[in-house]
C-alpha cells in the first residue's frame, strides 16, 4: 500500500527525537573543509565543527545535496509501492538545494516524477521545520499529497524567522562583514538580529550591550504576536547555546506558556552553524498575517 513520505534536508533543525517520532526523512547538505567533506549531521557534528574551525581558524564551506542525491532517495522512497514524496527544505534564494531537488525530478521517468512533490520554504533552520511539523499534522489527517501542498504553501510566507548573532566573528570569517566593521562592531558591543524575509537573510535590527537585551527583545515580538499566531509550535533553536535558550525560558511570560502548545528548543546543524556562531539564537513561529514583515 502507497504512503505519503514527507523530507527535508539538514538544514531544518528539528530534532532527532521530532524526526523519528513523526517519519520525517533526510536528505544532508555537506560541510567541506579544505578537501574533505562531511555529511551535515550524519558525519560531522556542530560541537566538532566548532572544533575543526578553532584547530584551523578558517570557515568550512558548506555544500547543497547533489542532484544523485536526490534522485537515489527518491528512487528508494518511491519504491515498487509508488510513494508520495513531499520535499521541503533550505530556500532558494539562500541555496541550490531545491534546485537539485528539480533537477533530479526532472531527470527522472514521468511515472516516478509524477510521485514527488517539492515546496520551496523560503527559509531555514526550524523554520523550514514548523512547515514539515504541519505537513505532519495533514498528512495524519489522511490528506492527499497534493492537499498537503496546497495546505502548507500559503504558509510560507507566514513564518517569523529570526536568530540573535552574539559574536560578529563568523560573519566576518565568511565574508559578510568586513574587519572594520566587525572592529568597531566588537567594540560596542553590536548584537544584529537576523530575520527571514522573502527567502533572504536581512539584518534586521541591532542590539547594542548585554546579549540579554537581544534574547529579550525575542522574547517580546513572540508575546507581542500572542493574539495572531498559531500557537501549536514554537521553536527556540540555538548553535551551542544551552545557558541563552536557558534564559528565554526563565524569562517567558507565563501568558506565553499557558498559551502556546509546545515549546520546543532544538540544536542548529552544522551547515546553519557554519554561518552563524556559537551562542546564535533564535525564537520562531508561524504569524497568522498574511505577509510576514
Known amino acids: 500500500m502507497s504512503k505519503i513520505i514527507i523530507c527535508s534536508d539538514s538544514t531544518n533543525d528539528l530534532s532527532k527525537e521530532l524526526l523519528e517520532k513523526h517519519d520525517i526523512q533526510i536528505v544532508p547538505l555537506y560541510v567541506c573543509f579544505k578537501d574533505k567533506m562531511y555529511k551535515d549531521g550524519v ?10 574551525v578553532e584547530k584551523d581558524g578558517v570557515l568550512p564551506k558548506s555544500s547543497a545535496t547533489s542532484p544523485e542525491d536526490f534522485m537515489k532517495f527518491f528512487e528508494k522512497n518511491i519504491g515498487k509501492e509508488g510513494n508520495d514524496v513531499i520535499y521541503t527544505g533550505i ?12 533537477i533530479a525530478k526532472m531527470s527522472m521517468d514521468e511515472e516516478m516524477a509524477k510521485h514527488i512533490y517539492l515546496i520551496d520554504s523560503e527559509n531555514l533552520s526550524t523554520g523550514i521545520g514548523l512547515l514539515l511539523l504541519k505537513m505532519v499534522e495533514f498528512r495524519d489527517k489522511g490528506m492527499t499529497a497534493q492537499e498537503i501542498v496546497d495546505k502548507v504553501t500559503p504558509l510560507v510566507k507566514k513564518v517569523r524567522s529570526q536568530f540573535s548573532i552574539k559574536t560578529l566573528e563568523y560573519l566576518y570569517k565568511g565574508g ?8 568597531f562592531g566588537t567594540l560596542a558591543r553590536i548584537r544584529p538580529i537576523l530575520r527571514v524575509i522573502d527567502g533572504k537573510i536581512i539584518a534586521n535590527e541591532k542590539v547594542m550591550g548585554k546579549y540579554e537585551k537581544a534574547l529579550d527583545l525575542q522574547i517580546n515580538d513572540l508575546v507581542n504576536s500572542l493574539d495572531n499566531m498559531d500557537l501549536e509550535n514554537v521553536m527556540i533553536t540555538h548553535s551551542m547555546a544551552d545557558e541563552e535558550a536557558k534564559y528565554i525560558l526563565e524569562h517567558m511570560p507565563a501568558v506565553a506558556k499557558e498559551k502556546v502548545k509546545h515549546f520546543y528548543v532544538t540544536n542548529a546543524g552544522c551547515v546553519i552553524s557554519t554561518h552563524c556562531g556559537p551562542h546564535t539564537i533564535g525564537i520562531l513561529y508561524i504569524k497568522n498575517d498574511e505577509v510576514v514583515k
Open 176 to 183: 559578510r562583514c568586513s574587519s572594520l566593521t566587525k572592529f
Open 91 to 102: 530556500g532558494s534564494k539562500l541555496s541550490s538545494t531545491l534546485q537539485n531537488a528539480n
Open 43 to 52: 558525519d560531522i557534528n556542530t560541537k566538532q565543527l566548532y572544533e575543526h
